[in-house]
């Protein structure tokens, strides 16, 4: 396997009568490759033939005296239909047919395929519609890892067998409720229905059913009413993900008996409470994502100092929050002033499920993604960075000055505090954030000069949107100043210089060089609407912008190319193993 061999698979294959085990996955074969070809080997046992280019072509023929297989690998072989040869194996473990071209329903016949043995089966990623037939609990007894995501499967939610531990079936269209029957899988890890049509109350069990959960992903539903409250003292879960249905009432405080939780998604419901401070005593959350929901009231500042001790990553967007910016938990939000990801044996979030069958290791990954809304069109960035820092308190009715200790959150890529009532100057201490990717402070009330210091300092910034507010004099020039165009600070009638049109006066004050030294009351930037949001898919979690009215076209394609860039992170300043 991964050799990189190249050309078609001899026919000469079939004359090794004695061979038990073949492995060619990741490699460059090509052409027509028919399966009849493997299976003139009748000591065959293990056949992987996975991520090649070549057309696997599949017989109907119904021929008992084929080899009696263990495991089965052929994804992304241009399968086009159920292998015929699979009516007559009964002593299958492992199953892999995901990423093929399969479409229609899945046969009654497979239902009865090796009941008895099976413990992976994998139809992700093709055109499958439904089950002919299937009994309501899916008749493998022993199945460990199921995955159906990604086709085009309608009806009711199917139930696994009680021995499951992964179980995936987002990207379709399942409708109705999450029948009772599911509470019954005590040994489950991963549970991902998102991305269906799903409607009702969700279960109250989902919330304590096991002891072993550590994924917990409806979002992209219908599901309604309160989020379960009685959230089990000792629970495992990791990640959370409630995001993009229509849950009402408060957010139950049961939560903080997670203590395990890494990520936190309630953004996009209809949640009308204060902000959960009280979530703050969660050791391990990175991520909260709160956005687009009713929450309101002031922020104030934090009972203790050990609040929100590895927060990374927030999402308050698009609520109702008043008062002041949160400046006390500026103060302490450590992970963000000194981030360490020394110890992280991943370049992304991700859970890992270390499966052995039979002879073959077969790693499985759950990789935690996010999903944003860019003009309009929401956007899966199907992986989140271990590096990425973020701030997104756009879109509320935050007040008063920009506080000086958001300078000390070091390790932020993206700040955004555009669309609020934000006065004063923009604080020159906005130029510590030297890792600074993304600036967003438009449709504010800001006033005087954008600080020089700016665009000196911040020599990463590819986004900047200083727009709509009430900024006076030149735009600094020089280093990434040069590259952003006139949206990003139009609204401003006192700003003048390019890429402005409106020249400067002699009473606008001289342009120093972008290498002088600048002033503590220079000014600060303008230009364009986006929002940090995110979330969690199956296999793989993300970062994005929305693009308000002010963007042109023109600026709203580079902003896109530009930020893509963002979300795949700095890898010649921040490298680390990729995991895939």
């Known amino acids: 396997m991964e050799n990189?061999?190249?050309?078609s698979v001899p026919s000469?294959?079939?004359?090794?009568?004695?061979?038990?085990?073949?492995?060619?996955?990741?490699?460059?074969?090509?052409?027509?490759?028919?399966?009849?070809?493997?299976?003139?080997?009748?000591?065959?046992?293990?056949?992987?033939?996975?991520?090649?280019?070549?057309?696997?072509?599949?017989?109907?023929?119904?021929?008992?005296?084929?080899?009696?297989?263990?495991?089965i690998g052929l994804r992304y072989c241009h399968l086009r239909g159920f292998p015929d040869f699979l009516r007559h194996q009964h002593q299958l473990q492992l199953l892999d047919l995901s990423s093929n071209n399969i479409q229609g329903q899945i046969p009654k016949w497979l239902s009865k395929v090796s009941i008895e043995t099976l413990l992976f089966l994998d139809l992700s990623n093709n055109s499958l519609t439904g089950f002919d037939e299937f009994p309501v609990v899916l008749p493998w007894s022993k199945l460990y890892y199921l995955k159906l995501d990604s086709n085009i499967l309608q009806g009711s939610l199917p139930?696994?067998?009680?021995?499951?531990?992964?179980?995936?079936?987002?990207?379709?269209?399942?409708?109705?409720?999450?029948?009772q029957l599911l509470c019954n899988l005590s040994s489950l890890s991963i549970l991902d229905v998102s991305l269906n049509n799903l409607s009702g109350e969700i279960p109250l069990c989902l919330s304590n059913f096991s002891e072993y959960l550590l994924v917990l992903?409806?979002?992209?539903?219908?599901?309604?009413?309160?989020?379960?409250?009685?959230?089990?003292?000792?629970?495992?879960?990791?990640?959370?993900?409630l995001g993009k249905n229509k849950f009402q009432g408060k957010i139950p405080r049961s939560l903080m008996e997670c203590r395990m939780l890494e990520y936190l998604d309630l953004g996009n419901n209809q949640i009308s409470d204060a902000f959960p401070s009280w979530l703050g005593t969660l050791p391990e959350l990175n991520i909260l994502i709160l956005c687009s929901n009713a929450l309101y009231g002031m922020i104030g500042d934090p009972e203790s100092h050990f609040v929100f001790p590895k927060l990374r990553i927030i999402d308050l967007s698009h609520n109702r929050?008043?008062?002041?910016?949160?400046?006390?938990?500026?103060?302490?939000?450590?992970?963000?002033?000194?981030?360490?990801?020394?110890?992280?044996?991943?370049?992304?979030?991700?859970?890992?499920?270390?499966?052995?069958?039979?002879?073959?290791?077969?790693?499985?990954?759950?990789?935690?993604?996010m999903t944003i809304t860019n003009k309009g069109t929401e956007m899966l960035y199907p992986k989140i960075i271990q590096t990425l820092v973020a701030i997104d308190l756009s879109s509320n009715r935050f007040d008063g000055e920009i506080p000086e200790s958001i300078?000390?959150?070091?390790?932020?890529?993206?700040?955004?505090?555009?669309?609020?009532?934000?006065?004063?100057?923009?604080?020159?201490?906005?130029?510590?954030?030297?890792?600074l990717e993304a600036l967003d402070l438009s449709q504010n009330k800001l006033a005087g000069r954008i600080p020089w210091e700016l665009s000196t300092q911040l020599t990463f910034l590819e986004v900047l949107n200083v727009s709509y507010n009430h900024l006076t004099g030149p735009i600094p020039q020089g280093h990434q100043f040069d590259t952003f165009q006139s949206s990003s600070f139009e609204g401003n009638l006192g700003l003048c210089g390019k890429p402005l049109l409106k020249e400067c006066d002699s009473s606008s004050g001289a342009l120093p060089p972008p290498s002088s030294s600048i002033s503590e009351d220079s000014g600060f930037l303008v230009g364009l609407h986006w929002k940090v949001v995110l979330l969690g898919y199956g296999s793989g979690f993300l970062i994005g912008v929305t693009i308000g009215h002010v963007v042109t076209t023109r600026k709203s394609d580079w902003f896109a190319k530009t930020f893509s860039k963002i979300s795949r992170g700095r890898t010649h300043r921040r490298s680390s193993p990729v995991l895939l």
Not at 37 to 58: A, C, D, R, W
Not at 331 to 355: H, I, K
């Open 217 to 241: 992903r409806v979002r992209s539903n219908n599901f309604h009413g309160p989020i379960p409250r009685s959230w089990a003292s000792g629970n495992r879960l990791k990640m959370i993900d």
């Open 407 to 435: 300078g000390s959150l070091k390790e932020l890529y993206s700040l955004n505090f555009s669309n609020n009532i934000l006065v004063g100057r923009i604080p020159s201490a906005i130029a510590k954030l030297t890792n």
């Open 4 to 7: 990189m061999l190249e050309g």
């Open 159 to 179: 139930v696994p067998p009680l021995s499951t531990c992964f179980y995936s079936i987002s990207n379709n269209s399942i409708t109705g409720e999450i029948p």
């Open 12 to 71: 000469s294959i079939s004359r090794l009568k004695k061979l038990e085990f073949l492995h060619c996955d990741k490699n460059r074969l090509g052409g027509i490759v028919e399966l009849d070809t493997f299976l003139e080997l009748k000591h065959l046992k293990y056949l992987f033939l996975s991520l090649n280019n070549f057309y696997l072509i599949s017989r109907n023929n119904t021929n008992a005296t084929s080899p009696q297989l263990v495991d």
């Open 321 to 369: 929050f008043n008062g002041t910016l949160p400046s006390g938990y500026f103060e302490r939000w450590n992970t963000m002033r000194s981030l360490d990801v020394r110890n992280s044996s991943a370049s992304y979030l991700l859970e890992y499920l270390d499966m052995r069958i039979n002879v073959m290791h077969v790693p499985r990954y759950y990789i935690y993604s």
